[in-house]
């Protein structure tokens, strides 16, 4: 496992439709987090989750999303009933337990087009 | 509210010159700063990062200044190179027992022409 993974790479949904986007974090981290990046914008942080649990789901939507990291598997976020404005990189970013010395490690994103 | 703002949406350097990045921030609780490197159709890449308890922290050639006071950081890149062309994301964090959430800045498009 040389780094996080994430997939697919590119998903393309029809407006009303679910988009399931996936993470597999480096191996040894138990941190995963979500960032969305919108066009021309920075990335946002949607979610923090820990193997079960979601410890900050601040900046999530309060409808149509939710996320979960499961004791074995990846992590998913889920956006049901697509709108356009869902359109955007999807980040997903690992870490070991309590570090900071260099951030997260990201993941080469999942790009989504709602049509 | 944005707590951490990078003005500059973009700058252009000669090869050779120095690039100089400008963040800056809010949140008087951010005890942790951090860059990184965005090339198209990739996910962010750390760079480099700085202590709140620092005010400058060297790699090479990039170097990240913090003025705590004046709520400001910057990121200094010499001499500038044309694979250094990218986007560079300023991220600042409250470290606690919950874990590190990043928050981001909105971007600068370095363009470093040969």
């Known amino acids: 496992n040389a780094g996080v993974m994430q997939n697919p790479r590119h998903l393309v949904r029809r407006r009303g439709q679910e988009a399931r986007l996936r993470c597999s974090p480096m191996k040894g981290h138990s941190h995963v987090y979500w960032y969305r990046q919108l066009p021309e914008e920075g990335l946002k942080f949607m979610v923090y989750?820990?193997?079960?649990?979601?410890?900050?789901e601040s900046g999530m939507p309060k409808e149509r999303f939710s996320a979960e990291f499961p004791k074995e598997g990846p992590s998913i976020l889920r956006i049901q009933q697509v709108v356009r404005g869902d359109s955007a990189a999807y980040f997903c970013a690992s870490s070991p337990l309590h570090s900071s010395s260099d951030g997260y490690t990201f993941g080469s994103g999942t790009r989504l087009t709602v049509v | 509210d944005q707590q951490v703002k990078q003005n500059s949406p973009s700058l252009s350097v000669q090869e050779g010159r120095i690039s100089i990045l400008n963040c800056d921030y809010t949140n008087s609780m951010f005890d942790y700063f951090l860059w990184y490197k965005k090339y198209p159709a990739e996910g962010p890449t750390f760079l480099i990062s700085?202590?709140?308890?620092?005010d400058k922290n060297e790699d090479g050639r990039f170097t990240v200044f913090l003025n705590k006071s004046a709520k400001h950081l910057s990121l200094h890149i010499v001499p500038s190179q044309p694979g250094d062309s990218a986007v560079y994301f300023c991220a600042a964090s409250v470290t606690n027992n919950a874990g590190n959430m990043l928050t981001f800045g909105g971007g600068t498009r370095l363009m470093v022409k040969p």
């Open positions: 989750l820990q193997k079960e649990n979601i410890i900050d």
């Open positions: 700085i202590s709140s308890i620092k």
